[in-house]
């Protein structure tokens, strides 16, 4: 499943870090880049805006 986190600060990024374990792929936006940076090495896929981070999530989209 593909999953979007905005938000990485220490719930956002452990809640990532558990989803990408699971099996799942993630796409990440936070307004510190080095937040994002941190989980891309890690195997997610950083956006650098959130028109960045619409347009990484795949088709069709629900943003809640």
Do not use: C, W
């Given at each position: 499943?593909?999953?979007?986190?905005?938000?990485?600060?220490?719930?956002?990024?452990?809640?990532?870090?558990?989803?990408?374990?699971?099996?799942?792929?993630c796409v990440v936006?936070?307004?510190?880049?080095?937040?994002?940076?941190?989980?891309?090495?890690?195997?997610?896929?950083?956006?650098s805006s959130l028109?960045?981070?619409?347009?990484?999530?795949?088709?069709?989209?629900?943003?809640?």
């Open positions: 499943m593909e999953l979007g986190m905005i938000g990485l600060g220490r719930m956002g990024s452990n809640m990532v870090q558990r989803l990408m374990r699971a099996g799942h792929h936006y936070d307004v510190h880049p080095e937040a994002a940076q941190t989980l891309v090495k890690e195997g997610a896929v950083g956006a028109q960045d981070f619409v347009k990484k999530l795949s088709k069709p989209r629900t943003l809640g």
